[in-house]
């Protein structure tokens, strides 16, 4: 017998785990958010696309992040930036093509990198052709029944069906020529789907298996909390719906129908091979309620929105770490933590305020302590147990861009609300490569939002190789989370005694403290510097460590 045919036979495709390393890669997985927009432009038109994204692929490697996450490229007018989706099978020109995603996944792959795409399943573009023959046909047509439609209230239906209202400020009714209105939660160019719509799920089953097939290793799910409404939409009978949103129990989110959609798409996904996964967007009131949307028979991981939202106090963060832990414990799925995203102040500029309050911010603040405390927030996130996100820009210490002209915003919150909201364009400015050149290397053609001055002074080709650059604590620290199992792994930290203000954990043979006070405090050496966000100095077995400073040791 040959050689060959004593060989076992190969082993099924488990996709890419064996290429990438450890199974259940994502239970400790750092996971970078690329905003397509605003990350690189490759044709020079100012605003990014897909092929910017496959040719800066090598920055991401050797960042050392385990996947990547796209926002929105699907074909879409852009009233919200993409999330409002008019093809979900397709890539919309701004962005490049199906065969620029196609190159984009199996480079990343190459690269060692996964690749997660955002799905959009509450609502879909006004421009989607569901929609667009919802309108044509008129009431009592088949397509309205994919949306919310309803008659007004009122003598003649000029009042909308209840009283819920836009996440970005004004009702969630708009009504038609014809007189009926239609539910959007966000923008009217965002028309809620019906998920009680057969016709609905199957079309969103079958776009799981589009993406799936083209490659990808798993979704975001944009607005997870939303898709189910409480039946005959029952008016909210509050007018201070902004108070109550993430807080309290509302009609159109976190109702309990929605699990039975995650359950199903579940099964989809393990139909493939290579650990695909699901992290859902789900602002509900409680971690508590959170940890139902990563049981183990439906989404893998769900963004810590309680964790983002926490001040720079270390009572507070023991808290929230707790309170995560021993929610997620019971359903066996791993803590996610995130300071930034693409709907938030970045977390530089939270921090440079004593108690920014919200995460819309419309001041500066201080922006060495923002960048000082960002950095210590940023070793104290990459050292808890489970699985980080990261934004891109947060690994150069951008600060968000507070000052952009009115006239330049395209937030759709901008101008709806009343002041409340509409400042996200501030953290989708595009990131700087270079220190000089046009968009600071981020393109050939200027950048769809206007760049501040001296943003070159923190791009990557400024940081790179410069020690104690932001950049290059990043890069040591995910590198040391990959030498490091302790850090990422396991399910628990055990808190050490620590002066007020400060927090101490051990994890194995690992220790990590925090000193979110402005006053530097005494603290043990607990045995060797791994890495510091600020170096302390050590005499006599004693540690000064620095206000607002993270340090993690190695005990042997
Ligand atoms: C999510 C997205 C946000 C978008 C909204 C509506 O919250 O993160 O950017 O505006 O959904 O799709």
Redesign the pocket.
């Known amino acids: 017998m040959s050689q060959h045919s004593t060989d076992p036979a190969p082993a099924p495709n488990t996709g890419l785990a064996t290429v990438f390393g450890h199974r259940d890669w994502w239970r400790d997985a750092v996971i970078y958010q690329v905003y397509p927009r605003s990350f690189a432009d490759s044709n020079g038109d100012g605003m990014g696309d897909l092929e910017g994204v496959r040719s800066r692929l090598s920055h991401l490697r050797d960042l050392g992040v385990d996947a990547v996450w796209l926002s929105p490229f699907y074909a879409s007018p852009q009233a919200?930036?993409g999330?409002d989706v008019a093809d979900y099978r397709a890539v919309d020109p701004m962005f490049g093509n199906l065969m620029d995603a196609d190159a984009l996944i199996r480079d990343a792959h190459a690269h060692g990198l996964r690749i997660i795409v955002d799905l959009?399943p509450n609502?879909s573009s006004d421009q989607h052709e569901w929609f667009k023959r919802a309108l044509a046909e008129g009431p009592g047509s088949p397509l309205r029944e994919r949306y919310h439609f309803r008659p007004g209230k009122g003598e003649s239906g000029e009042l909308p069906p209840n009283d819920w209202e836009s996440i970005f400020g004004g009702p969630a009714w708009t009504r038609v020529a014809d007189g009926e209105w239609y539910l959007h939660l966000?923008a009217p160019e965002?028309p809620d789907l019906n998920w009680n719509h057969p016709a609905v799920g199957d079309e969103f089953r079958s776009i799981l298996r589009f993406w799936l097939d083209m490659g990808v290793d798993g979704f975001r799910v944009?607005?997870a909390h939303g898709l189910v409404k409480a039946e005959g939409l029952p008016d909210l009978g509050s007018h201070d719906q902004l108070k109550l949103l993430g807080n309290d129990a509302m009609p159109f989110f976190d109702q309990d129908g929605v699990h039975a959609i995650y359950r199903q798409w579940r099964t989809i996904l393990d139909e493939y091979a290579g650990e695909k996964i699901f992290v859902a967007?789900a602002w509900t009131p409680t971690i508590e309620r959170t940890a139902l949307y990563v049981r183990p028979d439906e989404l893998h991981q769900a963004f810590n929105f309680q964790y983002l939202g926490t001040h720079w106090d270390a009572a507070e963060l023991r808290a929230v770490i707790d309170t995560t832990l021993d929610a997620m414990r019971p359903v066996g799925a791993p803590a996610t933590w995130v300071l930034s995203n693409?709907?938030v102040t970045r977390h530089t500029t939270r921090f440079a305020h004593d108690r920014a309050l919200g995460t819309q911010i419309r001041e500066a603040g201080d922006r060495e302590l923002g960048l000082r405390r960002a950095r210590a927030a940023t070793l104290l996130m990459l050292a808890l147990p489970g699985s980080a996100y990261l934004y891109q820009g947060e690994e150069l210490g951008l600060p968000d861009v507070v000052d952009l002209p009115d006239e330049v915003r395209q937030d759709p919150a901008f101008s709806r609300g009343e002041g409340q909201d509409g400042f996200r364009d501030g953290c989708r400015v595009p990131i700087p490569w270079t220190r000089t050149g046009s968009s600071y290397g981020f393109g050939d053609g200027g950048s769809w939002l206007p760049q501040p001055e001296g943003w070159g002074d923190l791009s990557i080709e400024a940081q790179q190789g410069v020690a104690g650059s932001t950049l290059e604590l990043y890069r040591t620290a995910l590198a040391a989370r990959r030498d490091h199992p302790d850090l990422g792994a396991g399910e628990s930290v055990e808190w050490l005694k620590a002066p007020e203000g400060v927090l101490a954990f051990r994890r194995g043979g690992f220790v990590c403290v925090a000193n979110t006070t402005g006053e530097t405090v005494t603290t043990p050496a607990y045995g060797d510097i791994l890495l510091a966000s600020t170096e302390p100095t050590i005499a006599d077995g004693e540690t000064k460590l620095p206000a607002d400073t993270t340090v993690w040791w190695t005990t042997g």
Request: charged share 35%; hydrophobic share 35%; aromatic share 16%.
């Open positions: 919200d930036a999330y959009v609502h966000f965002q944009d607005v967007e693409h709907d």
